[in-house]
T-cell receptor, first 117, second 113 residues
Framework: AQTVTQSQPEMSVQEAETVTLSCTYD???????LFWYKQPPSRQMILVIR??????QNATENRFSVNFQKAAKSFSLKISDSQLGDAAMYFC??????????????FGKGTKLSVKP | EAGVAQSPRYKIIEKRQSVAFWCNPI?????LYWYQQILGQGPKLLIQ????????DSQLPKDRFSAERLKGVDSTLKIQPAKLEDSAVYLC???????????FGPGTRLTVL
């Protein structure tokens, strides 16, 4: 079974600085997707960024980028120029690309990010 | 475009009581998910529907939890009878298909006393 591990329960960053959130996963599959979701205090989860395992190029969405290391099974999220609105819980998630899984997301326990003004 | 709607937002019940949650997915989304998020943990899939059929309910405690998605649109999740360990946020999500982005609702926070 696949597992997702986020080893940092809490992180803190100064406004305008850069922070990196860590995620490792375990799978025997070769085709899958990885995601970072943001869950602000209001609790509505939103997708931040996604990475297809077959793509070597790291995904980027504005201030958010990932460092995907397939061999190491590592998927970290870098937030540049941190803003107060970035404060939230961040979840790393895995989704198999095989038909049997039918899109099921497997989440880590999350990292709570605080942004200091 | 309206997002995923859930109600109620909060519910407090005594153990052994029954409770039901409602979810209205984004229009046109064929796939609907119910997740359980216990405090301090990530969401865990309870059940996944494709239209009005169940695709995956392997982690649903079927002795007390049930869910349905009549007509392939709205869905309800029921717990009967509730236990203390059912205290959690219940998240509903929907996607165009099982392989498209999942959009989440605001969740229902359940407290079982």
């Amino acid at each position: 079974a696949q597992t997702v591990t986020q080893s940092q329960p809490e992180m803190s960053v100064q406004e305008a600085e850069t922070v990196t959130l860590s995620c490792t996963y375990d799978t025997s599959e070769s085709d899958y997707y990885l995601f970072w979701y943001k869950q602000p205090p209001s609790r509505q989860m939103i997708l931040v960024i996604r990475q297809e395992a077959y793509k070597q190029q790291n995904a980027t969405e504005n201030r958010f980028s990932v460092n995907f290391q397939k061999a190491a099974k590592s998927f970290s999220l870098k937030i540049s120029d941190s803003q107060l609105g970035d404060a939230a819980m961040y979840f790393c998630a895995y989704r198999s690309d095989y038909g049997g899984s039918q899109g099921n997301l497997i989440f880590g326990k999350g990292t709570k990010l605080s942004v200091k003004p | 475009e309206a997002g995923v709607a859930q109600s109620p937002r909060y519910k407090i019940i005594e153990k052994r009581q029954s409770v039901a949650f409602w979810c209205n997915p984004i229009s046109g989304h064929a796939t609907l998910y119910w997740y359980q998020q216990i405090l301090g943990q990530g969401p865990k899939l309870l059940i996944q529907f494709q239209n009005n059929g169940v695709v995956d309910d392997s982690q649903l405690p079927k002795d007390r939890f049930s869910a349905e998605r009549l007509k392939g649109v709205d869905s309800t999740l029921k717990i009967q009878p509730a236990k203390l360990e059912d205290s959690a946020v219940y998240l509903c999500a929907s996607s165009l298909t099982a392989y498209n982005e999942q959009f989440f609702g605001p969740g229902t926070r359940l407290t079982v006393l």
